[in-house]
């Protein structure tokens, strides 16, 4: 109170009076005092110097002998600290509740995104099984199941994206790239889905390759732009897509304008969170989970820029970003990215050793390799791995799991680099992430394919290291 024992002692109480208690809770007070009973309250009062605090107020009515109310006692603790630690758990515990609600929603849509395609391929793959199916049904359900399977693979991979995002694991990884070449790639990517809609798909540079050099996390970059493209492309029925960027000052601008369906300024923010869509969820014409927004915002904030995007119902949209420009110190010749890969020579018989305890997995391998005339070893687990490239030195190449029992396949590409340093070894695992492969070349693995693959995936990429080594 910083009163002084001689400054209070003797003196009316009311000189600790709050002055801001409304006069209603003073007469409550009387009230109350006067019927004999005691006074509880908690208000906020002044110090000496003006300072607010909180304070706990008891008074008691003393009476006399004959039952009349003679004097009061009041007691008054300060309680402010106890109060802020009150706000704190209160807070705490709507955070605790509102992550807690967040976290069921979050599930809840998971599950949907995971049954949904799982319906379809359990459905179609039992489907598959009816006697005498003409085969143009047998190709139409094996789409798709492919069709399917592909929609599980992305909503896994933007769940895991997600999660890396949320435990802050996501880092950038800075490379030189050509973005011109980022863009033409893209639009090779979608021009069959845009032609498909009768839908012009245009890129046009704005700067000669060796101006558009710059350094910039390629695979992130790439993400960002091509999901932006797919739903440009998903979103408009008719008209055109229009990508591109330009160098504004020390930014890279870039913009993807469609002239499609548009989205209303009440859900300008909202896309950018997870799993919002502006369509509702009993009336939606277009697939997609609702998450490729809210991660292309968190790639794009973590290299530096912001999103933003202009559009209303049906006047299409244009959704731009912005990054900070960053230049290479040596401008080199624009690289190339090729979506097509190599062709396998067919009149080699070489041996490839497959790592892999799963059966059903060594099985689509094996399909996949005896096709293309290659002689096949399995090892259900690392140390079988090793033990086999010890005694059959003929062996070409390696495939490699990574989660295997006995040892693992890290541990059993440091053994075998030790004996066979020049043997070509590819990871071939479910785990995705750039960490993983960051692991598995430092264990000595020359290259990486993350399962799911395909036929093609696997071929060319075998076919890149038996052609050079
Ligand atoms: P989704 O997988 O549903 O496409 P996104 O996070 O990429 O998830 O997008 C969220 C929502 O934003 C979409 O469902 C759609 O309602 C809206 N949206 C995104 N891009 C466009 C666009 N180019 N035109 C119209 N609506 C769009």
Redesign the pocket.
Known sequence: MQYTLGEVKGKNPRIFKPGHVPPEEFENMWATLHAGSTWITEHQNRKKDGTLFWESVTISPLVDDKGNICNYIRIMVDITQKKKDHEALINAKEKAEESDRLKAAFLNNISHEIRTPMNAINGFSGLLNTPGLAPGKINEYAEIIIRSGDQLVSVIDDIVSIATIEAGQEKINEQEVNLNSVCRLVHEQFLLNASEKDIVLNFKPSVADAEAIVLTDKTKLMQVIS??VN??V???DKGSVDFGFHINGNELEFH?K?T????SSD?HTE??KRF????DENNRH?????????I?KAYIELLGGKIWLT?GPGE??A?CFSIPLKRTVMIKQADTPSSSGLQINREITETILVAEDEDLNYMLLKEYLSKEGFQIIRAENGAKAVGICKTNPHISLVLMDIKMPVMNGHEATRQIREFRPELPIIAQTAYSTADDRDEAINNGCLDFISKPFTKDQVISKIAEYIKSS
């Open positions: 999901n932006l739903n440009a998903k979103f408009t993807v469609d499609g369906i548009g989205i859900f896309i950018f919002r869509q502006v369509e277009f697939g997609g989970s609702g998450l490729g927004l809210s292309l559009s299409g949209s959704f």
